[in-house]
């Protein structure tokens, strides 16, 4: 049975604005592949479907995660992140850093 000639379509964009249109693409796909294989093999163990679900699950994550919206919004995420840390140091440092010149606020 040839499991991996299979090519997934590719997924548009509104397919990864939510988890339930995420899980309803990856699903139809993975059904989809099924059938095809089931041509050659049926039933399906659930070694094949597992292995057909794992393989179109990395497949989504890989386009959820080249898509401009996860750029963008780990972006968000980074730029909270950094300012926490940030915001941290600063607070443990900041009467070397008045010390030293540093204002509390610019002018």
Do not use: C, H
């Not at 990856?26 to 094949?48: G, H, K, Q, Y």
């Not at 140091?89 to 030293?100: G, I």
Request: net charge negative; aromatic share 8%; no cysteine.
């Amino acid at each position: 049975m040839e499991v991996d000639k299979w090519t997934s379509q590719p997924y548009s964009f509104e397919e990864l604005l939510s988890f339930d249109r995420l899980k309803r693409a990856v699903t139809n796909r993975v059904l989809d592949r099924a059938e095809e294989v089931m041509w050659e093999e049926f039933p399906l163990s659930p070694e094949i479907v597992n292995k057909l679900i794992g393989e179109e699950w990395k497949r989504a994550k890989e386009a959820v995660r080249s898509s401009p919206a996860a750029k963008e919004a780990f972006r968000k995420y980074l730029e909270g992140m950094v300012s926490n840390n940030l915001d941290s140091l600063m607070k443990s440092d900041k009467d070397e850093l008045s010390a030293l010149g540093v204002a509390e606020k610019s002018l």
